[in-house]
Structures are given as structure tokens and as C-alpha cells.
């Protein structure tokens, strides 16, 4: 099975699972009240990706930063950055950020081709300043609401509106555009792997917290709420310490 053939079919459990949401939660407003009505389900899941991650993902990955040069990782992450930019372009674009796509077009094109393929970032050394757009995002401005957390199988944490942005956003990435699915899916694998070595560290403090699956929970929430707002997150809005760290 192909990576992309994996990723529909996350994304189509998170579907699946968001539509039961819409039966039993019953409006947006509920959604809000409790972004996580799956709570039981999700932490189950969580389980199970916390317990591949400690036996497969995370050795592979530290086995990676031991045997792989920083000079070399730092190309490889400005690589997959770049492949995955035509996706903040094309948002830009739907969110009526003009001027920041045409900045955004510029950067891809002078990392892929001055920066021979995106393994260097001269765009950067240029002043054109990176940015991060995504079709759930984009789902936000448009006054979509962002629905139940969602823990998935493997994939982590979503929320519908981001699971269902990852899956319409997947041929945006520059990845997938090789014809040739065994090295689309080794590309994958790659970026599965490098983005988890960019982890190890934060993983600890995870471990450390008093509720992990929460810490995870509100982190990601938070963040998404970021990234929507562009950083301009109302004080009230934010999540309150003791979230992070559950009940003493």
C-alpha cells in the first residue's frame, strides 16, 4: 500500500469518525464547548501510536541523527520544506493573501532553482521571509469550523478541518508530483522520518508531563488556533497552564 493510499485512508477514519461527531454532538457550538467528545477513543489511540513510536519510530530516528551529519539533515529538512511550499502558496492565494503569494512564489522558485532543489535556502539569505499555510486553515478563514480532535492511527492529532486539509492539500506537495509511486512512497518515508528526529527532545518533555495525551491535547489545539489567527490569538483565548500539566 502506497503512502498516499495509507494517508486517504487516515483520513477517511477521521471522516468517519467526524461525521459520528456531527450525530451525537449535534452543532458547531458543541464542538467548542468540548473539542473532544472522543476522549476515550482518542486516548486509546494514543496509546497505541505512543507505543510504535517508542519501539520503532523513535529508535529509528535517534539511529538517524547519530549516523547522519547536521550539515547533511539540515539539507534534507530545507528539501522537504521547500517540496511542501507549493501548499502555503496555493493558500495564500485562497485566502486572499496576494502579495504574500506572489513572496511565497518567489521563495519556491529560487529555492529550487538556485537552491538546487530546495537543499539550500537562499531565498532565506534574501529576505523573503517563510511562511506556513495549510487548507485548514484556509477551511478557518472561510468560516468553516475546525470540528472535534481527532487522535489518528499513526498520523497523531488532527482536528476534522485539518485531517480533511491534509488529504486535499496532498497533491500540492511536490512530493507526490514523481510519476513514480515506489519512490513517492520512499520519499515519504524520508520525511516520516526526518520530522520525527526533529522531535526527540520535546518527546521527553512530553513523557514528563502529568497527563501526556493532554499536554499533546492542548498543545496542538493551541497551536492550531495559532497558525489560523496568525499568531494574533486573543489573551482569553489562550489554554490555561494547569491544561498542560492536568489536576494535582
Same mark, same amino acid.
Request: aromatic fraction near 10%.
Given at each position: 500500500?502506497?503512502?498516499?493510499?495509507?494517508?486517504?485512508?487516515?483520513?477517511?477514519?477521521?471522516?468517519?469518525?467526524?461525521?459520528?461527531?456531527?450525530?451525537t454532538t449535534g452543532s458547531a457550538s458543541s464542538a467548542e464547548r468540548n473539542p473532544d467528545p472522543f476522549e476515550k477513543v482518542n486516548r486509546a489511540i494514543y496509546r497505541f501510536n505512543e507505543t510504535a513510536d517508542r519501539y520503532v519510530a523513535r529508535p529509528?530516528?535517534?539511529?538517524?541523527?547519530?549516523?547522519?551529519?547536521?550539515?547533511?539533515?539540515?539539507?534534507?529538512?530545507?528539501?522537504?520544506?521547500?517540496?511542501?511550499?507549493?501548499?502555503?502558496?496555493?493558500?495564500?492565494?485562497?485566502?486572499?493573501?496576494?502579495?504574500?503569494?506572489?513572496?511565497?512564489?518567489?521563495?519556491?522558485?529560487?529555492?529550487?532553482?538556485v537552491g538546487l532543489g530546495g537543499l539550500f535556502d537562499p531565498a532565506t539569505e534574501a529576505g523573503l521571509e517563510q511562511h506556513?499555510?495549510?487548507?485548514?486553515?484556509?477551511?478557518?478563514?472561510?468560516?468553516?469550523?475546525?470540528?472535534?480532535?481527532?487522535?489518528?492511527?499513526?498520523?497523531?492529532?488532527?482536528?476534522?478541518?485539518?485531517?480533511?486539509?491534509?488529504?486535499?492539500?496532498?497533491?500540492?506537495?511536490?512530493?507526490?508530483?514523481?510519476?513514480?509511486? !515506489?519512490?513517492?512512497?520512499?520519499?515519504?518515508?524520508?520525511?516520516?522520518?526526518?520530522?520525527?528526529?526533529?522531535?526527540?527532545?520535546?518527546?521527553?518533555?512530553?513523557?514528563?508531563?502529568?497527563?501526556?495525551?493532554?499536554?499533546?491535547? !492542548?498543545?496542538?489545539?493551541?497551536?492550531?488556533?495559532?497558525?489560523?489567527?496568525?499568531?494574533?490569538?486573543?489573551?482569553?483565548?489562550?489554554?490555561?497552564?494547569?491544561?498542560?500539566?492536568?489536576? !494535582?
Amino acid at each position: 500500500m502506497s503512502y498516499r493510499q495509507i494517508c486517504r485512508l487516515a483520513s477517511l477514519t477521521a471522516l468517519a469518525m467526524a461525521c459520528t461527531a456531527c450525530g451525537t454532538t449535534g452543532s458547531a457550538s458543541s464542538a467548542e464547548r468540548n473539542p473532544d467528545p472522543f476522549e476515550k477513543v482518542n486516548r486509546a489511540i494514543y496509546r497505541f501510536n505512543e507505543t510504535a513510536d517508542r519501539y520503532v519510530a523513535r529508535p529509528a530516528a535517534k539511529a538517524y541523527r547519530a549516523t547522519t551529519p547536521e550539515a547533511l539533515r539540515k539539507g534534507i529538512g530545507n528539501f522537504f520544506a521547500n517540496a511542501r511550499y507549493p501548499i502555503t502558496i496555493v493558500n495564500d492565494l485562497l485566502q486572499g493573501k496576494l502579495r504574500q503569494g506572489g513572496a511565497d512564489l518567489g521563495r519556491f522558485l529560487m529555492n529550487t532553482t538556485v537552491g538546487l532543489g530546495g537543499l539550500f535556502d537562499p531565498a532565506t539569505e534574501a529576505g523573503l521571509e517563510q511562511h506556513d499555510e495549510d487548507f485548514g486553515e484556509t477551511l478557518a478563514v472561510w468560516g468553516v469550523p475546525q470540528g472535534p480532535y481527532l487522535m489518528v492511527p499513526v498520523f497523531g492529532p488532527y482536528t476534522v478541518a485539518s485531517g480533511i486539509g491534509d488529504l486535499v492539500g496532498a497533491p500540492a506537495n511536490a512530493i507526490n508530483w514523481n510519476p513514480d509511486t !515506489d519512490q513517492v512512497t520512499l520519499t515519504w518515508a524520508g520525511y516520516l522520518l526526518h520530522r520525527r528526529s526533529t522531535l526527540i527532545g520535546i518527546d521527553e518533555e512530553v513523557d514528563q508531563a502529568f497527563d501526556p495525551y493532554l499536554f499533546v491535547r !492542548d498543545a496542538y489545539l493551541q497551536n492550531r488556533q495559532y497558525k489560523i489567527l496568525d499568531g494574533a490569538v486573543p489573551e482569553e483565548e489562550l489554554l490555561p497552564e494547569d491544561e498542560f500539566g492536568g489536576e !494535582d
